[in-house]
């Protein structure tokens, strides 16, 4: 854990800044992911805007384990596109590793898994996993393939190809692909958003011992409170459009956490808080 | 079961029995003698007796429609990549493609036919052309189905431009060029067929002209059904392949 | 609605530069003598003799496809309608018309120019390209109502005619305008194929015989009188197929 065990319970846009005015006092750990007073808004035509971000601050320390939490509608997703250089902001900075986000996707040391599992049809999981390496122009590393596919569970479907699989076999089979060349930054976008309650547990719990072993930058898109806090270092609340960050919440339950942690006090305790801060926002609505 | 399935595929052929039948009947009923209309099976006998003098003919229109319907395709999917990689061209693109889409062959081929001259490769040129707008506008709309989030993938795996050309967006268009294959295959013989009508040194455009004007009933009407014959099974075979191969790219 | 703009001036824009390209061939003649400047073309049909020759076929031609194309829709129609109430003929009418339509027009000419004669044999041909295009449309349209819908219908006992009124035609008209919008060009292709093996008037007859004779200028005046027509046929198809599609989908 590289952020001291303090309670970070704090109200209003302060929280959002809470990395970075802290990092004068402690030894500050290397930042993977920083946005600073960030507005994105979106040419919607006839001279009409939509501001879906506003000053927007957030940064992520590298190992850490990062979870967006905010109603639907609210700019996760344009967050986590920011981070990928896919979409620029209106005005504000946005810097991965200190460079532009775009540096990190070109050098080929980003991974990401989106809502929509984007597996190819005509390709089989082990192709589909190996589709990164291709697109490095590297030599397709075949052990490292059938490694990620051991650790999501899909061996025996190395062959299959996406359409013979369930919903969850995919979402498996994208986390693996964003795994595959072990990037610096894991950018993952709702993965679990499409599966059935029971499904997405499992898939929670997987994905939490897959990144106990490998601890890579990672920031995780969700509108689940359970999956946010099974999984995070921390959870930055974001209220509803435009989007700014209401508060940020510190986790620090031990590692690895198991499902029947679900089930503890503190956990409780935590989820229901954070509950609670999403219901204000839709009464506020 | 599959036996059983075949019968029925069999049976399903009725139409086309009745349609001889048809002919037949109607024939007879008119009392059209045989220069007017010829009895099916004097001409089902012409074509049966008679291959050689069919068969040079009908080699040259497979050739020619088989080569014009592959180059035409090949240049409608360039220029649909074109478009893809450089939006200005679809200014130019799109209305041409329309005028191409929308004005018979009959039309273009006494202008082609005028313009390249009374050339064997004039043919070529007809089929070239009727062949290429189907690849070109299905091929378009299939590069553009490939969904965004899987564009968004590349990117953000640094895919090369070509890298994205060729593994995801040229692979999402195979179904839709298929398609075109299927549509153009019949329509790639009919244009070689008339230009060869008009224009032609060869083919059963041209042996079609020639048996009429020597009055040759039983083989004008054999040219036709060879002719129709060709087509089906041009079709029949595009979409044997459309049927083996686009099920592996979706 | 707001891509709307850009791309109608890109089109015309793209329009512009390729009348001028087609102009710029004639003027320099790179492409020989029968490839006029279209402005000669234009001038030339301004003149009154040349017009009322053009228009005179133009009238023969649009006649025939016109005819071609609503007795295509007829025969389409009835015959969809038959594999629709009689579930037997179905698989058989299928694949008849599949044949057919891959059957080259230009193979039923001489078969029509005998028997029903060189004046309608443009309006035949039209109607059995048509006739093709549209039975294809018709079922596959009519086949287009969803299983759920289908359920809903004959969970409250609706009869097979009132599914057919309430249902499945409402949903089969985008399908059917789109056959349309093949229809519409392939009802003139086939009205010119007719008139080549002989009609007395026509656009394709006009065209053959400019063609034959070195008439340049008649030919071009011929063949753009042609493709503006068949132009104007694709894109009234186009417009009520986008009209159908607004309203029942
Ligand atoms: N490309 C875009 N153009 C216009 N509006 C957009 C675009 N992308 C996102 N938006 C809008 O921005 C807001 C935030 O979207 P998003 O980041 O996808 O939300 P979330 O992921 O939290 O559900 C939404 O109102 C959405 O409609
Ligand atoms: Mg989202």
Redesign the pocket.
């Known amino acids: 854990m590289t952020e001291s065990a303090t309670d970070t319970i704090q109200s209003g846009g302060s929280a959002a800044t809470a990395a970075g005015s802290t990092a004068a006092v402690r030894p500050a750990p290397a930042e993977a992911i920083a946005l600073r007073n960030v507005t994105m808004s979106?040419d919607?035509g006839r001279s009409k805007r939509?501001t879906?971000l506003e000053d927007f601050n957030l940064s992520v320390a590298e190992g850490e384990f990062v979870a967006l939490l905010?109603p639907?509608?609210?700019?996760?997703?344009?967050?986590l596109r920011l981070v990928t250089g896919l979409e620029q902001a209106t005005s504000g900075e946005v810097l991965v590793e200190d460079k532009a986000p775009a540096d990190l996707a070109k050098s080929h040391r980003l991974g990401v898994a989106f809502q929509e599992h984007a597996l190819l049809p005509w390709s089989s999981v082990r192709e589909n996993i190996a589709l990164p390496f291709r697109l490095a122009r590297r030599a397709v590393d075949w052990q490292r393939v059938d490694e990620l596919i051991r650790l999501v569970g899909l061996v025996g479907f190395e062959k299959a190809r996406p359409r013979q699989l369930s919903g969850g076999m995919k979402q498996r089979v994208a986390i693996a692909r964003a795994l595959v060349l072990s990037p610096d930054v894991l950018l993952l976008d709702e993965p679990f958003g499409a599966l059935d309650a029971v499904t997405r547990r499992r898939m929670n719990g997987e994905l939490a011992r897959i990144w106990e072993e490998q601890h890579i930058t990672t920031l995780l898109?969700t509108h689940d409170v359970e999956e946010a806090v099974l999984l995070a270092d921390r959870v930055v609340v974001l209220t509803g459009?435009p989007?700014r960050v209401r508060h940020v919440q510190t986790v620090d339950m031990p590692r690895p956490r198991h499902a029947d942690i679900t089930r503890s006090a503190e956990f409780r305790a935590v989820v229901d808080h954070l509950t609670d801060l999403l219901d204000v926002d839709r009464k506020a609505e | 079961m599959i036996r059983r399935s075949r019968l029925a595929g069999l049976l399903h052929l009725w139409p086309i029995v009745a349609l001889v039948l048809l002919w037949d009947v109607w024939v007879l009923a008119n009392g059209y003698t045989s220069i007017v209309a010829p009895r099916p099976w004097s001409v089902i006998n012409d074509v049966v007796g008679n291959p050689d003098a069919y068969a040079i003919d009908f080699l040259w229109t497979l050739a020619i429609s088989v080569g014009g319907l592959l180059l035409g395709m090949l240049l409608g999917t360039i220029a649909a990549v074109l478009i893809s990689l450089w939006a200005p061209m679809s200014a130019v693109l799109t209305p041409a493609a329309l005028i191409v889409r929308s004005v018979p062959v009959t039309v273009m081929i006494p202008i082609i036919a005028r313009v390249f001259g009374y050339e064997v490769y004039t043919v070529l040129v007809v089929t070239v052309i009727t062949s290429f707008f189907p690849a070109f506008v299905l091929g378009l709309s299939g590069m553009a189905s490939a969904p965004a989030s899987s564009r968004d993938l590349f990117v953000v795996f640094g895919s090369s431009r070509p890298a994205s050309l060729w593994r995801l967006r040229l692979p999402y268009a195979v179904p839709n060029l298929l398609l075109a294959l299927r549509i153009t295959a019949p329509l790639a013989v009919l244009s070689a067929m008339l230009a060869e009508f008009l224009i032609g040194q060869q083919g059963l455009g041209y042996l079609f002209i020639v048996a009429r004007s020597y009055m040759e009933i039983d083989r004008a009407w054999g040219t036709a059904l060879v002719a129709t014959m060709l087509s089906v099974f041009a079709f029949l075979a595009a979409r044997f392949v459309e049927r083996r191969i686009s099920p592996r790219f979706t | 609605m707001r891509l709307r703009s850009p791309r109608w001036l890109n089109n015309t824009i793209g329009v512009l530069i390729l009348i001028t390209v087609a102009e710029l061939i004639g003027r320099t003649g790179i492409a020989g003598r029968s490839w006029p400047p279209l402005t000669d073309v234009v001038g030339y049909l301004a003149e009154p003799v040349a017009q009322a020759t053009v228009l005179r076929a133009l009238t023969a031609t649009a006649a025939s496809a016109g005819w071609g194309l609503v007795l295509g829709i007829v025969f389409a129609a009835i015959a969809a309608l038959l594999a629709n109430f009689i579930p037997v003929l179905r698989p058989g009418l299928d694949r008849l018309a599949s044949v057919l339509n891959a059957v080259p027009l230009i193979a039923l000419a001489p078969l029509l120019i005998t028997t029903v004669g060189r004046e309608s044999t443009p309006a035949v041909v039209a109607a059995l390209g048509v006739g093709f295009v549209m039975f294809v449309a018709f079922t596959a349209g009519l086949a287009g109502a969803s299983a759920t819908h289908q359920d809903v219908f004959s969970v409250f006992g609706s009869a097979r005619s009132t599914t057919l009124l309430r249902l499945q035609i409402p949903v089969s008209l985008p399908t059917v305008f789109d056959g349309l919008a093949l229809a519409a060009p392939t009802a003139i292709l086939g009205a010119t194929i007719g008139e080549w093996f002989g009609a007395p008037r026509g656009l394709g007859v006009l065209i053959v015989s400019a063609m034959q004779n070195y008439q340049v200028l008649l030919l071009w005046a011929a063949a753009l009188t042609a493709a503006l027509l068949s132009l104007a046929a694709y894109l009234i198809a186009v417009r009520l197929q986008s009209g159908a599609v607004r309203r029942f989908t």
């Open positions: 979106f919607l939509m879906a905010g639907s509608g609210c700019g996760k997703s344009t967050v898109v459009r989007g």
